[in-house]
């Protein structure tokens, strides 16, 4: 009896030594590339929400701009005009003081005495003489402020002319910076939505590895506690060692059953999840409106023209919002809902929503002005 206690002393020890050694055996992964891959995306979300406002704010500077352009233009054609129509009077008035002098220069002086001597008293003779000089003088200056007037239309027009082209140089300038910013945007997109790939990608690596490292773990420990078992037989002078080393063998082959299962349905729930999370953050949350992005995305999958899988699908470049908004990325790691997730497994397994069953895009119905099926707030359309 006192044997068979150091005996079981024994393999205790054993047992404890040999699954010591084996877990001090296993690797240790840090998580420094997901935390340095979710810091970049971080990073180019920020820098993307920035390029996207100073997008904004130059648009809104070119509409005014182009409001003033216009503006600018309205005033030079009324000018253009008033300039037309004071140099029309201002001919005028020189063509009625030309026909003046002429007649004055035909008929001379007589006709000029004829009219004061004809006056009829020393007042009359008064008057005639001046509204002679009166004439002359309205002639002198009608022509002259005509003179000041076209001159005074003419460097306003030239004003609103050097105003106009300030104005289009500042709109060239604008359009130029918006289109710089609009490719940065892009690139800055497409940066980040392949740093998500990459991070989806690590994230599934890593829980893959620890699917491995676990199954590994349990058959290691089987197989410890196996050898202990196997030894305290042996030394309890028990003749059992075959059946010992059958029971580890079937424990082993069973573990590594288990783990091919997990590993296979834990393909198939990323996808159902990265779906219920898409649909969850561009559609309504009722199973219709659900339906029809669920749909849109699928006829992606199973078009020539786009990724075949729902991760290429979603994280195509510049495809869907919530990607590199960080919406998507929130809902994953809160975890979809229920709807969300029925919606979606409904989709992988063939549903579809009838009235959109050949469309390949939509858009939120508010902001355009396209034509379609609009379904819980969004427009579906067949193509670009």
Request: glycine content about 4%.
């Amino acid at each position: 009896m006192a044997f068979y206690k150091k005996s079981k002393l024994h393999t205790g020890t054993a047992l404890i030594c040999s699954l010591a050694i084996v877990f001090s055996a296993l690797p240790v992964y840090a998580t420094d590339t997901i935390d340095n891959l979710q810091n970049q995306t971080s990073a180019l979300e920020n820098e993307l929400k920035g390029i996207n406002q100073d997008i904004l704010t130059l648009s809104e500077k070119i509409s005014d701009t182009e409001m003033q352009v216009e503006i600018l233009n309205s005033d030079i054609d009324k000018t253009q005009d008033d300039l037309e129509k004071a140099q029309k009077n201002e001919d005028q008035q020189y063509e009625d003081m030309k026909s003046r002098i002429k007649y004055m220069y035909e008929h001379g002086s007589a006709t000029m005495l004829e009219m004061l001597f004809s006056a009829e008293n020393m007042s009359d003779f008064l008057n005639k003489a001046d509204f002679i000089e009166n004439l002359s003088n309205y002639d002198r200056k009608a022509l002259n402020d005509l003179k000041d007037v076209h001159q005074q239309i003419a460097d306003q027009k030239a004003d609103l002319e050097a105003q106009q082209a300030s104005m289009k140089d500042l709109q060239n300038q604008l359009q130029t910076q918006q289109t710089q910013l609009q490719a940065k945007a892009a690139a800055t997109s497409t940066n980040l939505n392949e740093v998500n790939a990459k991070l989806q990608k690590a994230k599934e690596e890593e829980a893959a590895r620890q699917a491995e490292e676990a199954r590994k773990q349990a058959e290691a420990a089987a197989k410890a506690e196996a050898a202990a078992k196997a030894e305290a037989a042996a030394s309890s002078n028990k003749q059992n060692s075959s059946s010992s080393s059958s029971n580890s063998s079937s424990g082993s082959s069973s573990s590594s059953g288990g783990s091919n299962s997990s590993g296979g349905s834990t393909v198939a729930s990323d996808d159902v999840t990265l779906l219920a999370a898409i649909l969850q953050c561009e559609a309504r949350y009722d199973y219709e409106s659900m339906l029809a992005v669920a749909t849109v995305i699928m006829n992606r999958v199973n078009s020539g023209r786009f990724p075949n899988s729902i991760s290429g699908v979603v994280y195509a470049s510049g495809q869907f919002a919530p990607v590199w908004t960080g919406s998507l990325d929130r809902v994953l790691k809160a975890g979809p809902r229920s709807l969300s997730i029925q919606v979606a497994q409904d989709a992988i397994n063939g549903a579809r929503h009838s009235s959109v069953s050949d469309c390949y895009y939509f858009l939120y119905a508010a902001s355009t002005n396209r034509t379609g099926v609009v379904i819980g707030g969004n427009v579906f359309f067949t193509s670009w």
